[in-house]
């Protein structure tokens, strides 16, 4: 049984930071699970464009205040807690944050904690990384 | 993309209740993302005893206090907001809610919805489920 604490972790280098967003890593491909877990912060005002084409992400708001915009369709989501967006298409999307927006994310398959952000919003896929 | 309300769900069939306990099943297997995701809420007071034999299972505390014992090792650990256990070695366990607890759960194997507790604390594997 692994188990870990969000108020511990989020001082560590489980602590991965980029432009306005600090998601801290809960679980990873190395812990065997199959999926990674992950609990997202991001500030409020700042707006993101992701696009995960090698990962399936499911994202759940624990508190705050935001939209999401699918880009293929236009459509626009309002995020509010209890308001879950799963991007089963690989779905290239723009998040907002009104304010400060806590997001618990699992994704397949699973983060191995080194990846960035590409220009393209992506994570490589996994084969890339071990490369 | 699939968005979807906690808020609305609880009152839909999505919503799977047991002695002292409610599952709001987020994602299931059908939606296709490998994994399954649910908001599960324990009564205050209330005990549990699990043995996912099949899945691997996340457990992240949204809101609420308790503790969980590893019944193979006898430890126990105690559940506030920002703690997660992650059942990657199958473990039996018992769970307490001294106040209601409310997790965000994550199932490898993803559960299809039909997965009732069995006598032995484990759901069927999925072999057995498409008999």
New interface residues.
């Given amino acids: ?7 511990k972790l989020k001082d560590t280098d489980k602590a991965v930071s980029d432009a306005r967003w600090t998601s801290v890593r ?2 990873l491909a190395d ?5 990674s ?1 992950h ?1 997202t912060t991001l500030q409020a005002g700042s707006e993101h464009t992701f696009h995960y084409k090698h990962h ?1 992400e ?1 994202v ?1 708001c ?1 508190s705050g205040k935001g939209s ?1 915009t ?1 880009l293929a ?1 236009g ?1 626009t ?1 309002q995020i ?1 807690p ?8 690989h ?1 290239h ?1 723009t998040l907002r944050a009104e304010e400060e927006l806590v997001m ?1 994310c ?1 994704f ?1 398959p699973p983060v191995t904690g080194t990846e960035v952000h590409r220009e393209d919003g992506s994570y490589a896929p996994v084969a890339e990384l071990a490369d």
Same sequence: chains 1, 2.
């Fill in positions: 049984m692994i188990v870990r604490d969000f108020h809960m679980l812990d065997g699970m199959g999926f877990f609990i399936f499911s759940y624990i999401i699918d369709s459509e989501f509010r209890g308001v879950m967006y799963a991007l089963d298409q779905d999307h618990a699992c397949n």
